[in-house]
């Protein structure tokens, strides 16, 4: 390639200073950057020259560009995985190792979709949402890399947390949970794309501490859900909250 254009550029008529960078490139093709292209598709527009070759210099320098940047994006892939998954070690001694947590107070936050994980970083690093820990563990990590934490345990695969469960409570929980909460917790609150949490499977006392503090309006519930909330609670007392906890806490 690079020898097509050294003599390309010789024909033309270029610049000394081409000449040298194309036959600097001879015979070794895998120096030849689309940098150097681009540099050169200037230099011909200012001279000038036809269209044509104009034209023909963006072709080669796209299919050139083409097969490095598809070697590109798969080599910054790679690499972004790597750092993804280093900045989750110092979450892993509580969190568990990919995410699947093994105390009962600290959620699984394995599968979590990205735009769940980064709201909620965010919202304990803005102390929007209240913590024993994560509001100052969030605040030890930039914007950039809370979202690269969401990309690492959106692929992770969720586990349910290994629990008794009372499956009387859990049949009235379901009841209530299909009235109340299904309409943005889908299919026991185990939908992903519902950047609302997972319910499904996730630690029991853990979502009894959530549900104490949206009560207790110490975390900020959605309108509609503190509205729905607060209505169950007045009908149905400490034993419906009891129950939905059953009911999410099944595996
Ligand atoms: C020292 C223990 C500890 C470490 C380390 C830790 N967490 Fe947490 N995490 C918790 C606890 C406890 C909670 C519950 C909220 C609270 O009380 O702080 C929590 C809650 C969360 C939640 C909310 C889950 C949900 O379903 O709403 C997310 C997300 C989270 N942590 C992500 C992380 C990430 C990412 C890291 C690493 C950068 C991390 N945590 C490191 C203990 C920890
Ligand atoms: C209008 C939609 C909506 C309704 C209805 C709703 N929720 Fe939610 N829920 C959300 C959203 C959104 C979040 C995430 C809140 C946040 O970002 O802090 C959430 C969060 C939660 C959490 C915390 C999850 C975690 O991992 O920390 C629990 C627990 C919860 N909801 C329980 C319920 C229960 C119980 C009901 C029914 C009484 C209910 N929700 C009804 C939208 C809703």
Request: charged content about 25%; aromatic content about 10%; proline content about 3%.
């Amino acid at each position: 390639m690079s020898v097509i254009f050294s003599i390309f550029a010789k024909k033309e008529g270029n610049s000394r200073a081409i000449g040298r960078i194309f036959s600097r490139n001879r015979g070794n093709s895998s120096h030849f950057y689309p940098s150097y292209l681009s540099c050169k598709g200037l230099l011909i527009s200012h001279r000038k020259t036809t269209q044509l070759k104009i034209n023909l210099t963006i072709i080669i320098a796209l299919s050139l560009f083409a097969s490095h940047g598809v070697q590109a994006v798969e080599n910054i892939a790679t690499l972004d995985n790597a750092n993804n998954e280093a900045l989750a070690y110092n979450c892993a001694g509580c969190h568990g190792s990919n995410g699947i947590s093994a105390g009962p107070s600290i959620p699984t936050i394995a599968g979590l979709s990205p735009t769940y994980l980064v709201k909620i970083m965010e919202d304990f690093k803005s102390d929007k949402v209240p913590s024993t820990i994560m509001g100052r563990i969030s605040k030890g990590y930039t914007s950039k890399e809370i979202e690269q934490l969401g990309d690492y345990y959106y692929q992770q695969v969720f586990v349910s947390a290994d629990q008794s469960v009372n499956s009387k409570k859990a049949k009235l929980g379901e009841e209530l949970h299909k009235q109340y909460c299904e309409r943005c917790h889908s299919e026991a609150g185990g939908i992903q794309e519902d950047d609302a949490g997972l319910l499904k499977g996730q630690w029991k006392p853990y979502l009894k501490d959530q549900l104490q503090d949206f009560l207790n309006k110490d975390r900020k519930a959605p309108k509609k859900m503190a509205r729905r909330l607060k209505k169950l609670y007045k009908k149905y007392g400490y034993e419906g909250i009891q129950a939905l906890l059953e009911f999410y806490s099944s595996p």
